[in-house]
Antibody, heavy 119, light 110 residues
Framework: QVQLQESGPGLVKPSETLSLTCIIS????????WTWIRQPPGKGLEWIGYIYYNGNTNYNPSLKSRVTISLGTSKSHFSLRLSSVTAADTAVYYCARVLGTTPARFDYWGQGTLVTVSS | QSALTQPASVSGSPGQSITISCTGTSSDVGGYNYVSWYQQHPGKAPKLMIY???SRPSGVSNRFSGSKSGNTASLTISGLQAEDEADYYCNSYTSSSTVVFGGGTRLTVL
């Protein structure tokens, strides 16, 4: 059973960079797409971007200039970096695995981690 | 990319059937059979209920079904139960190789 766990600071200052890691257990990073999704408090889901196990990425056009998703060296985690954050980036951030090879089916999710942007 | 359009809320009584729509464009919903649906209970992570328009992951009740016509996909829940009360989100693959979500629909079981 694949399990995902997000980790990182729960509080980030405005204009700084948000950094989160998704730790994968019970499965391999190989042969899958992996994705980040966020949900502002009381609002809907927003797709941030995905990374394939070979390192190929694609991002939400509205966030593309500020987002980097990368693979971990241990092949058991992947990471999200979001630069120049503002209060609008306050959200629960989820990592998820993509089912199959079309990156619009998210079958395993982390529990989510709340990141608050505030000084 | 614009969010897919879902009704803000739907409701139904136990035992009834409800349908939630998800409207996009020919660049997303209408162009690909890659629409998924997720159920989210308060404080929990979303759960995949339907993928590829009408396929159910293992373990998901057959009371949940999906379909698509043109640029609009639909999720139908039959034999409504109290535990179905939740938020539901659709998403779709797009022509830019990105993913777009719907705004979400709150289902109330009366």
């Amino acid at each position: 059973q694949v399990q995902l766990q997000e980790s990182g600071p729960g509080l980030v200052k405005p204009s700084e960079t948000l950094s989160l890691t998704c730790i994968i257990s019970g499965g391999s990073i190989s042969n899958y797409y992996w994705t980040w999704i966020r949900q502002p408090p009381g609002k809907g889901l927003e797709w941030i971007g995905y990374i394939y196990y070979n390192g190929n990425t694609n991002y939400n056009p509205s966030l593309k200039s500020r987002v980097t998703i990368s693979l971990g060296t241990s092949k058991s985690h992947f990471s999200l970096r979001l630069s120049s954050v503002t209060a609008a980036d306050t959200a629960v951030y989820y990592c998820a695995r993509v089912l199959g090879t079309t990156p619009a089916r998210f079958d395993y999710w982390g529990q989510g981690t709340l990141v608050t942007v505030s000084s | 990319q614009s969010a897919l359009t879902q009704p803000a809320s739907v409701s139904g009584s136990p035992g009834q059937s409800i349908t939630i729509s998800c409207t996009g464009t020919s660049s997303d919903v209408g162009g690909y059979n890659y629409v998924s649906w997720y159920q989210q209970h308060p404080g929990k992570a979303p759960k995949l209920m339907i993928y590829d328009v009408s396929s159910r992951p293992s373990g998901v009740s057959n009371r949940f079904s999906g379909s698509k016509s043109g640029n609009t996909a639909s999720l139908t829940i039959s034999g409504l139960q109290a535990e179905d009360e939740a938020d539901y989100y659709c998403n779709s693959y797009t022509s830019s190789s990105t993913v777009v979500f719907g705004g979400g629909t709150r289902l109330t079981v009366l």
